[in-house]
């Protein structure tokens, strides 16, 4: 493949890809950070919803560029900006303790609100107050494996295109649509005025997901809102829903981590919502 073109991690194109793991130059640029082989793969299919290709720029040492030639040539067809790199600048730009010799600099790609409520979606995952990025990104992971039609990140939430979010979605966060910043009680509006019904899960819910389901009532549009992995919903939070569940715990756990109790609520509507 050639020399690396890119020697020193004080290149300015090495310098800007490397501040991208702030957030507020992140905000600033409206770029960010994707590692990784299935991410960048991901990112270079990927198109906003302007036409425009997601992917800008892509790092790539020689070894792994010769690895994944399929994913350099798409890099190529998306029209980014593809610089060959020794392995001491990956590991500058990197925010990984391996990096895996692929890293893309994106556009951000969050959907207007407005746009995912005249989808008419069927099944939402709103993510209110959580805070741990690798959580968020597990949560967005797990809502695109159910099938999900979105995803809402609230303003009291944290930051989409934090690295550890955008590697824990394992490349989800191409696939469905996710706004974010959305106040809670407007998320909760809009949904409710596009004929979702809002389900809150929480651990102490009066209701019990097994009672919904045996009593057929998750059949419809529905979203779920998720809070913060300590300390749950807030009461305000709780009460703007139309129900608050708990997933029942069956054996001797104490509870269920964020991640966990969001793919089971998220599937039971799934499951609830196909034809049978």
Not at 97 to 109: E, N, S
Not at 193 to 219: K, N, P, W
Not at 226 to 240: C, D, Q
Not at 241 to 258: F, Q, T, Y
């Amino acid at each position: 493949m050639g020399t690396p073109e890119l020697i020193s991690p004080r290149s300015p194109r090495v310098t800007a890809a490397r501040r991208l793991a702030k957030r507020n130059f992140r905000g600033k640029e409206r770029r960010f950070i994707a590692e990784g082989p299935q991410a960048v793969r991901e990112a270079a299919e990927h198109r906003g919803s302007d036409g425009e290709p997601t992917l800008i720029e892509l790092f790539a040492t020689v070894e792994a560029a010769e690895r994944y030639a399929d994913i350099v040539a798409a890099a190529h067809t998306a029209g980014a900006r593809v610089h060959l790199a020794d392995s001491d600048v990956l590991a500058d730009v990197s925010q990984t303790v391996t990096p895996q010799g692929l890293i893309g600099v994106c556009r951000f790609l969050d959907s207007p609100f407005d746009a995912i409520l005249a989808a008419k979606p069927k099944l939402v995952a709103v993510l209110a107050h959580v805070r741990d990025p690798g959580n968020a990104g597990t949560v967005l992971r797990c809502a695109d494996a159910a099938g999900a039609d979105a995803v809402v990140l609230t303003d009291a939430s944290v930051d989409l295109y934090n690295p550890k979010s955008v590697r824990a979605s394992v490349g989800s966060l191409f696939h469905l649509p996710v706004a974010v910043g959305v106040p809670v009680e407007q998320a909760v509006q809009g949904l409710r005025a596009a004929g979702v019904r809002i389900l809150a899960a929480d651990g102490a819910g009066d209701d019990d997901l097994d009672d919904e389901l045996d009593a057929g009532t998750m059949g419809g549009p529905t979203a779920w809102v998720f809070g913060n992995e300590a300390w749950g919903l807030p009461e305000e939070t709780r009460a703007l829903a139309d129900a608050v569940v708990r997933v029942p715990i069956h054996g001797k756990a104490e509870s269920l981590n964020l991640a966990t109790a969001a793919a089971v609520c998220l599937y039971a509507s799934a499951r609830a919502q196909r034809p049978r």
